[in-house]
């Protein structure tokens, strides 16, 4: 009886944490709708909260499968993977909600809100062409959600699309803010989601090679910033694998002609030809 008892208040314990991330991810929705200048983020909460009940009917479907009256030992099994489906929900959850409560705070407000405008003035553009080729409705084309989350390949994404929109320089940028020591340009960690910075800028300065055939000046900036980096962390042979994956990656992310682009590429979306370059260029004169 007294196992019984704890077993049943462990379920409803269990069932306020599953009950708590969609009334909290309701409540930040709320919030946004009621303040004018945070009505931008309200369909980024929306897709977030899509994202969210994804993984909390799985919590619902291991809590319904939590008998109090069964095998306690087959209780105690579900309960543990259930507070891991929590944990795992939560983690991103709060991934979000510390991008969303820096924009409400007094101190950081102002600059995010530019912040958000410059992006939304370049991402803008991408959702227009893809509307103008049907692939999108011209009335769904709203501001983008959130940034990316918990995967190399988002951050791949973002690089990648980071360089088809500024040129080369996007990833001169890069390579001055990961100016770092050895230990952290080389270290390897499979759960980062950022790729290993080491790996990163030989990344980025491979993709700048592919933006427009036979551009002499991207070539030879490309290679003057791999020369750059060897020289400053030297070779990596370690990382040689990563490297003979680069047109693969290429591949998949930009040049597969994909159904929901109505088989267009997202390089085709994002075209940088010759005379983005020059004009960039000369800016920077």
Not at 124 to 135: E, H, K, M, T, Y
Request: net charge negative; hydrophobic share 45%; with cysteine.
């Amino acid at each position: 009886m007294v196992e019984h008892a704890v077993l049943v208040n462990r379920r409803e314990e269990l069932r306020r944490r599953v009950d708590q991330l969609p009334k909290e991810v309701s409540d930040w929705k709320t919030r946004c709708a009621k303040e004018l200048d945070f009505n931008a983020y309200y369909s980024q909460l929306e897709a977030i909260g899509v994202l969210m009940e994804t993984y909390v009917e799985r919590q619902r479907a291991l809590l319904k499968q939590l008998d109090a009256q069964g095998d306690p030992e087959a209780f105690r099994v579900t309960a543990l993977a259930l507070i891991e489906e929590i944990i795992k929900a939560q983690r991103i959850w709060d991934f979000f909600r510390a991008k969303l409560e820096l924009r409400f705070s007094p101190d950081y407000k102002d600059p995010l809100w530019i912040a958000d405008t410059v992006a939304w003035d370049c991402h803008r553009p991408v959702l227009d062409r893809a509307a103008d080729a049907g692939i999108v409705k011209k009335a769904e084309v709203r501001e983008p959600p959130l940034t990316v989350w918990l995967a190399w390949q988002a951050e791949v994404f973002a690089d990648l699309v980071g360089l088809q929109l500024g040129g080369p320089s996007f990833g001169d940028a890069l390579f001055n803010l990961l100016l770092l020591p050895v230990s952290q340009v080389t270290a390897y960690d499979a759960d980062d989601p950022h790729p290993t910075h080491y790996i990163r800028i030989l990344m980025n300065a491979a993709y700048a090679r592919t933006l427009v055939k036979d551009r002499h000046e991207i070539t030879q900036q490309a290679d003057a910033t791999e020369a750059r980096w060897m020289g400053l962390y030297g070779e990596q042979p370690q990382f040689q694998g990563f490297v003979g994956d680069f047109p693969h990656v290429f591949e998949a992310l930009m040049d597969t002609p994909l159904e929901v682009l109505k088989w267009s590429t997202l390089r085709q979306l994002i075209p940088f030809g010759a005379a983005a370059d020059l004009l960039i260029r000369s800016a920077a004169r």
